[in-house]
């Protein structure tokens, strides 16, 4: 047997099994990275939520009250009571309730016809729709516009990829994330990818989730129809399981065979 081969052959496990190796700092989130002291532990850190624009697909929910009969029963079935029934079993009531914006950036309401809310913030359709219902009836009127629920997808090295509505107003990406059931261990963490829509088309965007600096970016805080997508690590590409000893020990095992071939031969 050539023993001069048996150092090379334990260097290249060892090489393999740092490569399949992932490190603690690239799975922990919210770090302090750049020691920033402003964003050390018990520090209040300010957020910055963009304020939305409505554009192509998006549903709102719009509810209305008035003293005005014939109103409130041509909007009656925006009623909090059937949101109530629906219950969160339902998360996507909003479907059938609310009002979608069509290719023209416009919204079709009874008795009103259809208003244009493309680019629209949710006070500016409020506004909108106040002057419109003005011009029917004298009396007063309450009005309120919410989106449909936040909507979003998530994909790529994530244990429960796929497309989550949820009932809120806001909502952080990592809230979105466990949603999803976390990423795996094999997750880019930090170079998550955010396809945001805007009125004008998409923007991609790629944040560091590793990093608390995050939490004053604008992506802190997803958007109604973001995409969230987890490129995977180098190491994906060696461990195709959870558990990278396996492929190390199958490696082993066949640098066994070949070695007992080896000696059987010579």
């Given at each position: 047997m050539n023993f001069r081969i048996i150092p090379s052959i334990s260097l290249l496990l060892l090489f393999l099994s740092l490569n399949a190796c992932i490190s603690n700092s690239s799975l922990v989130y919210l770090q302090n990275i750049k020691n920033d002291k402003s964003l050390i532990d018990d520090e209040l850190i300010s957020y910055e939520i963009s304020e939305y624009r409505l554009q192509y697909n998006d549903i709102i929910s719009i509810d209305i009250k008035t003293t005005v009969p014939f109103i409130n029963e041509a909007f009656k079935f925006q009623d909090g009571n059937a949101m109530r029934a629906g219950g969160q079993g339902m998360a996507d009531v909003?479907?059938?309730?609310?009002?979608?914006?069509?290719?023209?950036?416009?919204?079709?309401?009874?008795?009103?016809?259809?208003?244009?809310?493309?680019?629209?913030?949710?006070?500016?359709?409020?506004?909108?729709?106040?002057?419109?219902?003005?011009?029917?009836?004298?009396?007063e009127?309450?009005?309120?516009?919410?989106?449909?629920?936040?909507?979003?997808?998530?994909?790529?090295?994530?244990?429960?990829?796929?497309?989550?509505?949820?009932?809120?107003?806001?909502?952080?990406?990592?809230?979105?994330?466990?949603?999803?059931?976390?990423?795996?261990?094999?997750?880019?963490?930090?170079?998550?990818?955010?396809?945001?829509?805007?009125?004008?088309?998409?923007?991609?965007?790629?944040?560091?989730?590793?990093?608390?600096?995050?939490?004053?970016?604008p992506y802190y805080f997803i958007q109604t129809n973001d995409q969230i997508y987890a490129e995977p690590l180098k190491q994906r590409e060696?461990?195709?399981?959870?558990?990278?000893?396996?492929?190390?020990?199958?490696?082993?095992?066949?640098v066994t065979t070949f070695l007992l071939l080896l000696n059987f031969f010579n």
């Open positions: 909003y479907y059938m309730t609310g009002y979608t914006v069509d290719k023209e950036g416009e919204i079709d309401l009874p008795l009103i016809g259809k208003i244009n809310v493309d680019g629209a913030t949710l006070d500016e359709a409020k506004t909108k729709l106040q002057n419109a219902l003005l011009e029917i009836v004298s009396e009127i309450f009005v309120r516009v919410k989106l449909g629920g936040i909507r979003y997808s998530i994909f790529g090295e994530v244990n429960r990829p796929g497309k989550f509505t949820l009932l809120q107003d806001r909502l952080t990406i990592y809230e979105a994330l466990s949603n999803a059931g976390d990423f795996t261990s094999f997750a880019k963490r930090n170079e998550v990818v955010i396809l945001r829509q805007y009125p004008n088309g998409t923007k991609i965007h790629r944040v560091d989730l590793l990093d608390r600096s995050i939490i004053k970016t060696f461990a195709r399981t959870e558990n990278a000893s396996q492929n190390i020990l199958l490696f082993s095992s066949l």
